[in-house]
């Protein structure tokens, strides 16, 4: 092997030709020196240790190389090398054909024929109902409690026995635009299933991390002013969709006096739904002279600027959402036509999101 | 030939498959039982001439085995279809076992009625809607909490918020509401100062429209000591530049200011947002000496 390795050295340094000789000859350095191949246990792991803190080694000089360029750039009074992104999972994200795209028509036309066209359009004012299964117990209701100051217009009523289908027809006699049913399982609230009236979707959503209100520090009493919305993430025609059947839980015209802010973020599936009370302040930064970077304002030489900062404070439950359905109708598990359904198969890429 | 008695008793007292001890009682598993317990009457291994009713798919028969067919296991049991209805049930029975112990043969008719019974209660169930139970594999449930948590920290969700409400105040969505940043509106205020009144009465018209709850919160910020432009009550005690204000308002005013947020800028800031609401009431009471003027403007 060492005779090999030798020969190829040599190789390289007399003939510097082509890429393609310097891709074969790494292969061929790859396919020798691979620990996996060795069928001894002990000069296996020693071989293993070595590549390893060879990569390390390699790893902590570019590093410094790196440093030591971009000290000298900035002493220079050049600009320093480009620096370089860190890979994530969410740039490198598996390309999904069904991300909207902001000038398209086709889901424009969409939105005005959806089911939420008539609430987004402030035809009609939201009116939640929400319900529970039916055994409710410990945090449910505490949650439910939250939630009814959470979203404006809602009311609460007891579950009794009926059918879900038979709270449909009494909903859709009663004017609602939407129904949410929290759903208990051991004694715990974990999935939310939200159906939007008169014919709209049914979301089954699953329900994890809550955090109540009382259990949050620092935190705030919400106001009966109309919230704000923030729907962050919310690329594709699905996740749009879902985002316009969240949209429609809250009123259109929200009071920015009440400077009362409802997120609902998604990351990697998963929605997380914060409440907060906001407020627009201005900080100063006081910077030095020779720190040039943090140029904000062109005010001259000041020393100290403002930059406007907004500060939240918390209040009302934390918690976060996974989809798990989306059915076309209102609920209807064994006849209704499903648009989205989650299977253990779509989790075998960590790269692959459908939100 | 008859040996009910040493099949019973080797049962009973050696090993039977069937039997089955719980702390209630000792119950027989054998389907052909009438009553389910481990009895000496109630043993269908042990009883030569026995009864049962069972059920098919919701269709009674009653079974019979009679000792002629003892040496023919595969022909043992034989099979009658029991009609849908109770009593014609009841009258098939009595029929059929005419000359049968009467023990046996109440057994059987009491097992009758409890299995329509059951009939009766399995079909108005099955019309109702059931939840199902549906089960998830540990390992899916583990791999998800991991993710959520990844996925949370992936999402600041604190910085994306501010960053968003920035991005809204940036595009304009807050005009007339916020007044930032405080120097260059200090700036043009002191530049023209008519102008200034000119805008904020508009302003207050709007406000008028949009609520008295809001006219409340106008009033006390005006009441601070800010006559002539419209503050968040927050922003206005967390800026330092209460002496800018000098030049526009009275020194009796100034000095009501001062007191009041110097304990707001004492405690912390987040009791700030509690505070305000509780100190409405009596913030309310010394304003009416003071800004009657104003009250009539907006009013």
Known sequence: ?355 | MQHDEVIWQVIRHKHCSFMSKITTGIFCRNPYNVTGICNRSSCPLANSRYATIRDHDGVFYLYMKTIERAHKPNDLWERVKLPRNYEKALELIDKHLMYWPKLLVHKIKQRLTKMTQMRIRMRKLALKTREKIMTTPRKEKKREARREEKAEKAAVLDKAIEKELLARLENGIYDGIYNLPFNKFLQTLDTDDLQAEDENEEESEVEYVEGNFELEEEDDIEDLGMKDYHIDEEVDDDDDDDDDDDDEVNAVEEQRVRRKSKPAHEKSEKDEFGKKLKKRPRIHVEVEHEGGERQKVTF
């Open chain 1, 1 to 355: 092997m060492g005779g090999k390795r030798k020969t190829n050295e040599n190789e390289g340094m007399e003939g510097e030709e082509d890429s393609k000789h310097n891709i074969k000859k790494m292969e061929k350095e790859k396919s020798e020196i691979l620990p996996s191949s060795i069928k001894n246990k002990e000069k296996r792991s020693a071989v293993h240790a070595k590549l390893k803190h060879q990569k390390k080694l390699d790893k902590r000089k570019k590093l410094k190389a790196r440093d030591a360029a971009a000290k000298r750039a900035l002493e220079l009074g050049e600009e320093p090398p480009p620096k370089q992104i860190p890979r994530t999972i969410e740039n490198t994200r598996e390309a999904d054909e069904t991300v909207c795209m902001p000038d398209d028509e086709e889901l424009f036309a969409g939105n005005d024929a959806d089911e939420f066209s008539a609430v987004l359009k402030q035809d009609r004012t939201p009116k939640i109902l929400i319900t529970t299964c039916r055994f409710n117990s410990t945090r449910g209701p505490a949650f439910i409690t939250e939630l009814l100051s959470v979203i404006p217009n809602s009311h609460y009523h007891k579950r009794g026995t009926y059918d879900l289908k038979k709270i449909v027809e009494y909903a859709n006699n009663k004017e609602f635009t939407s129904i949410i049913v929290v759903h208990t399982n051991r004694r715990e609230p974990d999935a939310l299933l939200i159906i939007g009236l008169p014919d709209g979707p049914t979301a089954h959503f699953k329900l994890s991390s809550l955090v109540l209100r009382k259990d949050i520090k620092n935190h705030g009493n919400p106001t009966s002013h109309e919230p704000e919305l923030v729907l962050n993430n919310f690329t594709t025609r699905l996740g749009h969709r879902i985002g316009r059947l969240i949209q429609s839980l809250f009123p259109q015209s929200p009071n920015f006096r009440g400077r009362r802010v409802v997120t609902f973020h998604n990351q990697r599936d998963f929605i997380f739904f914060r409440h907060h009370r906001y407020i627009f302040e201005t900080k100063e930064i006081k910077q030095s002279e020779s720190k040039g970077k943090k140029a904000k304002d062109t005010k001259g030489e000041s020393i100290s600027k403002e930059k406007v900062i907004a500060r939240l404070q918390e209040c009302g439950p934390r918690f976060t959402l996974k989809l798990v359905s989306l059915q076309h109708g209102t609920f209807d598990t064994k006849g209704g036509e499903f648009e989205w359904v989650h299977k253990p198969e779509m989790d075998t890429s960590r790269r692959r999101f459908f939100l």
